[in-house]
């Protein structure tokens, strides 16, 4: 017998820091595989946690085949103080702490305690989306590595999402994954798991929501968890990598590309001046390729993430 649940699990370092996971339950009133969906890993990103609360809301037991268990919030102390991830190359970054440890600071041992809850899983999906000054395109990333059954299955996840493009990322790769959720599941735990990102800027628009619930539903019908035909979707573009873009200095930021935009290398994409209009700092693309998602804050500091760019294949 299927039905749903949900319980706020709650956890203290060693230090006494408290932090809690809301993790929602449905289980199926059939047998079939394990999932598991993951949202707000990073605080300033809320499509993914609406698309995750909707989730829950909307599958039925009688429609689920085995079960799905979907952590809303991974980092609801980001969350709720609308805290953005100070850097996609490190720092206090969540999505770079996995699989995290139990003996460490608060983003280890929540690393840790999420990567808990994805064990015993067949597939998981972690959902994203710019950053409260990020503008996105609609992507899905995952991890190549070793094993080739696993790349295939991660692929077959990536295409039935529906999203236009794809990125396969590496842990030696132009950029790095180490450390990411979805790349430590698949080198630790062994099942197939992508991030997907739609929207972004602190907006948590309908449709954006939207392409991240019914995603999550035609790659569980096709891995034989939701009843249902699976949705045909579009061609996407692959890409191989991505190329991150930093300012060298700091100053007052003018942006000179859009998302989707196909660039070439040592085209500016960007300028920064002094604080009277003085031009200090030409941003430079360093490959042919496509923006994928950018910042849109005119304030940068020094080794302030500028643009990511898809190297195509």
Known sequence: MGGKKTELLQFQTEEGRKFELPVALVI???????????????????CGVLA??????????????????????CDTSAFES?????????????????????KGDHRDMLAAKIFDEIKGADYHMDLHCGEVLERSAPFAIYHRGRKGDLNDRSHEMAYYYGLPNIMITETDGR???????????YENIGIP???????????????????????????MRRFGSLRGSVQPVGRPQIFENMELVCTK????????????DAVKRGQMIGMLTDYF??????????IDGKV???SESSAMSERDFVAAIGVGR
């Open 193 to 219: 798991s992508v991030l997907f990102q739609t929207g972004g800027l602190g907006i948590a628009s309908a449709d954006n929501v939207n392409t991240h619930t019914e995603g999550i539903k035609n790659v």
């Open 52 to 73: 995750a609360v909707k989730l829950f809301r909307e599958l039925s037991p009688s429609d689920v085949k085995g079960s799905v268990k979907i952590i809303t919030v």
């Open 292 to 294: 994928l998602f950018i």
């Open 82 to 102: 609308r805290r953005v991830s100070l850097s996609p190359l490190g720092g206090d970054n969540l999505n770079r702490n996995f699989p995290g440890r139990t």
């Open 175 to 185: 950029w790095s994954d180490k450390g990411t959720c979805y790349a430590s599941v």
């Open 277 to 286: 209009g003085t031009p200090t700092e030409k941003i430079l693309s360093p």
């Open 28 to 46: 199926g009133d059939a047998e079939g595989p394990d999932a598991v969906v993951t949202a707000g890993i990073h605080g300033g990103e809320f």
């Open 249 to 260: 200095g700091s100053g007052i930021h003018y942006r000179r590309v859009n998302v989707g």
